[in-house]
């Protein structure tokens, strides 16, 4: 009885926990990280490191002197620059279905964009906002600030 119990508890966990890991699709990565750069999350905010995965809804925020190298799976390259936070919003990269977007939100600070395949094959798809504007990417790379 004992063993049946323990048995059914390990497969109720490993159900559990394979389904969280499955409807946490990552967007992109971070490729270096240089100084304090933090992950804003509903369940906890997280330091970020190299190779440490990013979300819809992530909230990115660097301190002072601090920097972040961000690479999307499309290869859409964000360099965030220091005391900067920037938001993911939306993103989709479904080829086969015509599926794109890319909706960044920076609130304050800097950073360079440098288009990928989005940018590419659906530059509307491209939404780079600011507190004061919303950039339509239709070049390959800028540099986009906010206060």
Not at 5 to 12: E, S
């Amino acid at each position: 009885m004992y063993r049946k119990n323990l048995a059914a508890l390990a497969a109720l966990l490993m159900l559990a926990g394979g389904t969280g890991v499955a409807n946490e699709a990552h967007v992109a990565l971070f490729k270096n990280v240089t100084g304090e750069v933090t992950v804003l999350r509903p369940a906890g905010n997280v330091a970020a490191t190299p190779g440490m995965t990013l979300q819809v809804a992530d909230r990115l925020v660097s301190g002072p002197g601090a920097s972040a190298g961000i690479m999307f799976k499309d290869g859409t390259a964000v360099t965030l620059g220091p005391a900067s936070e920037l938001e993911l919003r939306d993103y989709a990269f479904e080829p086969k279905d015509a599926r794109y977007d890319f909706d960044v939100y920076l609130a304050r600070g800097k950073a360079i964009y440098t288009s990928g395949k989005i940018g590419k094959l659906a530059p509307e798809a491209v939404k780079v906002g600011t507190p004061t504007a919303t950039v339509g990417v239709r070049g390959t790379r800028f540099i986009v600030e906010a206060q």
